[in-house]
């Protein structure tokens, strides 16, 4: 379970960021978090990741406060979170295999681990076929692929997907949310932030909606309204 204590992030003595958000996220849920541009919806997702911290409130990760873990907590508290983004951050010089398989090298997983486990990530999100292709030779729906795989492949329990549709036409925006819910249907946790309201209605799931920083809506199974 993730749960938001009545939290309210400050940057520099401005505006809050968020401001007194009580939210509670059940393990396997998909939520989208929607909302114009500085409402807050980046915010929420890098206390989770403990990127930053409230300045009043609590977030909770299970039963543990993130604010209170020590350097070696923090780190497994990120690893049990997969991260995909707007800009897909692959490594250029390395083919998609080695991509994949880099996160699991930094996590310290076995050669025997990495070998059994890539090619299954790869399948999951359709790309077995490309897997020695470097990204330049991959059109950008493929390389989020690769990046979902990336995130993926440490089996974490929850995939926090931060406008992963931004820079990709219909098409792939439509593959990519098709993995993402087959993602949640084997029993990951999904957190979407987007501004396309096309990805929010497709998926029908739960719908967080802020604006200025408070949760305005909180739909179990919403669209996008703004």
Same mark, same amino acid.
């Given at each position: 379970?993730?749960?938001?204590?009545?939290?309210?992030?400050?940057?520099?003595? +401005?505006?809050?960021?968020?401001?007194?958000?009580?939210?509670?996220?059940?393990?396997?849920?998909?939520?989208?978090?929607? +909302?114009?541009?500085?409402?807050?919806?980046?915010?929420?997702?890098?206390? *989770?990741?403990?990127?930053?911290?409230?300045?009043?409130?609590? #977030?909770?990760?299970?039963?543990?406060?993130? !604010?209170?873990?020590?350097?070696?907590?923090? *780190?497994?508290?990120?690893?049990?979170?997969?991260?995909?983004?707007? %800009?897909?951050?692959?490594?250029?010089?390395?083919? &998609?295999?080695?991509?994949?398989?880099?996160?699991?090298?930094?996590?310290?997983?076995?050669?025997?681990?990495?070998?059994?486990?890539?090619?299954? &990530? *790869?399948?999951?999100? +359709?790309?077995?076929?490309?897997?020695?292709?470097?990204?330049?030779?991959?059109?950008?729906?493929?390389?989020?692929? #690769?990046?979902? !795989?990336? !995130? *993926?492949?440490?089996?974490?329990?929850?995939?926090?997907?931060?406008? =992963?549709?931004?820079?990709?036409? =219909?098409?792939?925006?439509?593959? #990519?949310?098709?993995?993402?819910?087959?993602?949640?249907?084997? +029993?990951?946790?999904?957190?979407?932030?987007?501004?396309?309201?096309? &990805? #929010? %209605?497709?998926?029908?799931?739960?719908?967080?909606?802020?604006?200025?920083?408070?949760?305005?809506?909180?739909?179990?199974?919403?669209?996008?309204?703004?």
């Amino acid at each position: 379970m993730i749960y938001y204590d009545k939290v309210t992030k400050f940057y520099n003595g +401005g505006r809050a960021a968020v401001e007194d958000i009580t939210l509670q996220i059940e393990p396997g849920e998909f939520v989208s978090i929607v +909302g114009h541009s500085g409402a807050g919806k980046t915010t929420l997702l890098k206390m *989770l990741f403990a990127e930053v911290f409230p300045t009043e409130g609590a #977030v909770y990760f299970g039963s543990r406060e993130i !604010a209170g873990l020590s350097d070696k907590e923090l *780190l497994e508290l990120r690893r049990s979170i997969g991260t995909i983004f707007q %800009d897909f951050r692959l490594l250029p010089t390395k083919n &998609v295999y080695e991509n994949v398989a880099f996160a699991m090298e930094v996590s310290g997983r076995t050669d025997e681990d990495i070998q059994a486990d890539v090619p299954h &990530v *790869l399948d999951l999100v +359709g790309l077995s076929e490309k897997m020695w292709n470097f990204p330049k030779e991959l059109s950008g729906g493929e390389q989020q692929r #690769v990046a979902i !795989a990336r !995130a *993926l492949v440490n089996q974490p329990d929850v995939l926090i997907a931060d406008e =992963p549709t931004g820079n990709l036409d =219909p098409i792939n925006t439509h593959d #990519v949310v098709e993995i993402l819910k087959k993602i949640n249907d084997l +029993g990951t946790t999904v957190l979407l932030t987007t501004h396309n309201k096309s &990805v #929010v %209605d497709n998926v029908g799931r739960r719908v967080v909606t802020l604006e200025l920083g408070r949760v305005v809506r909180d739909d179990k199974q919403g669209k996008y309204i703004l």
